[in-house]
């Protein structure tokens, strides 16, 4: 008894290492994420944010109950330049408003001065 359930917990745990892990961190203020950008676009503080920002775009529309048809979405590197952007014109906020803003562009299919097209 004690083999079987030492290989089913070794199963589990060569299982769980080779998922493919995205990690998301909480919501940043706009200036602090544009200086993780401008260092490395791939910068543990930067990427992860088009997680977070996806992820609330996900939220806002599960308690819309209206899902986004293929056309309104977005790829997650689209996600993270469009937050880049919009943390550029607006320094002063964060990217729970980054994401609000651009789930009312998709949501109600506008470009939003060409943040999104």
């Not at 994420?33 to 401008?38: D, G, H, R, V």
């Amino acid at each position: 008894m004690k083999k079987i359930l030492i290989i089913t917990t070794l199963l589990f745990s060569f299982n769980t290492i080779a998922e493919e892990r995205i990690w998301a961190l909480e919501h940043m203020e706009c200036k602090k994420f544009l200086e993780y950008c401008e260092e490395n676009i791939y910068d543990y503080f930067c990427a992860p944010q088009a997680s977070f920002v996806q992820g609330m775009i996900t939220g806002l529309n599960y308690e819309r109950q209206d899902y986004m048809w293929e056309k309104n979405t977005q790829s997650h590197t689209n996600i993270k330049y469009v937050t880049i952007e919009y943390c550029e014109r607006n320094p002063d906020k964060d990217t729970v408003d980054a994401a609000v803003h651009i789930y009312t562009l998709l949501a109600a299919e506008e470009c939003g001065d060409n943040l999104l097209c």
